[in-house]
């Protein structure tokens, strides 16, 4: 069996595979003072919650934008699974073909979703990942990964509108029902999800503007993304995979490991 683990600003998503069955998926917080003590009873539950044995794991992978937890979750998986970590960056094997400027720069868990993506689907493709950032990736005809935009995510932009404006306050998100809110809570639900809504639309309209092309093939992913998928009104093929990591993540310990797992 394999065990994934994605590691995010705000989450840490993990897995574990037998073959090509996903056995089952857990979700952390991110808290980068945790021990590998902490990680590793916290690991440790999901198993025993889902009855599956971490004995039984003879391979692992990780996928990391948070340097201090990377290896932290590596001490974990050696106590608890004794596996030694795969763990994504430069020199690992992804099967990518990337163009950009310093493909060193490429974050682990970009490299993880566009590998997920190729598995699903045809090129050209876009990856849309709605996290702690908003990132979307694009794969051209020839197969090349030639950039990636970048901005803020949702949490960041709520958490800086309550911060910087005294009068709006920190609240969850909701579904909007009006465009336009009759209240602060309706408004800011409106203005963060149609605003990104509409904002992705744009973004995938340029790039396929860019790219002569119609309609484009497009996988998102994310903690948002469900939340804001069904607002956004453009004709790009839009598919939801919210184990796109994950896979990635597997493939990729597949091609560097002669075992397949």
């Not at 599956?52 to 996928?63: K, N, R």
């Not at 993506?117 to 709605?130: G, K, L």
């Not at 396929?208 to 497009?218: C, F, G």
Request: proline residues 5%; contains cysteine.
């Amino acid at each position: 069996m394999l065990f994934v683990c994605d590691i995010g600003n705000s989450s840490i998503k993990t897995g574990v595979y037998d073959d090509d069955k996903l056995l089952f998926r857990s979700v952390f917080s991110s808290v980068d003072h945790r021990t590998a003590d902490d990680m590793a009873v916290l690991i440790k539950g999901a198993f025993s919650m889902h009855g599956v044995d971490p004995a039984l794991v003879d391979g692992a992978v990780i996928a990391s934008v948070v340097r201090p937890l990377t290896s932290t979750a590596a001490a974990a998986i050696e106590l608890l699974m004794h596996v030694k970590p795969l763990i994504v960056g430069p020199g690992v094997k992804t099967g990518l073909n990337i163009k950009t400027d310093i493909p060193s720069q490429l974050g682990a868990d970009i490299a993880a979703g566009a590998v997920g993506a190729q598995i699903m689907r045809p090129q050209p493709q876009v990856i849309i990942s709605m996290g702690t950032a908003t990132t979307l990736t694009s794969i051209n005809d020839q197969g090349e990964l030639c950039g990636v935009l970048i901005v803020p995510g949702i949490g960041i932009s709520l958490a800086a509108l309550a911060e910087n404006a005294a009068e709006l306050p920190l609240s969850g998100l909701n579904p909007p029902t009006i465009l336009l809110g009759r209240n602060t809570a309706d408004s800011m639900n409106s203005g963060i999800i149609f605003g990104n809504a509409s904002m992705l639309d744009g973004l995938l309209d340029r790039i396929s503007s860019e790219w002569k092309q119609d309609t484009l093939d497009v996988i998102a992913t994310g903690a948002y993304a469900e939340m804001v998928l069904p607002y956004m009104i453009s004709e790009h093929r839009i598919k939801y995979e919210v184990n796109l990591t994950l896979i990635g993540l597997k493939r990729i310990y597949q091609l560097n490991n002669k075992k397949k797992s």
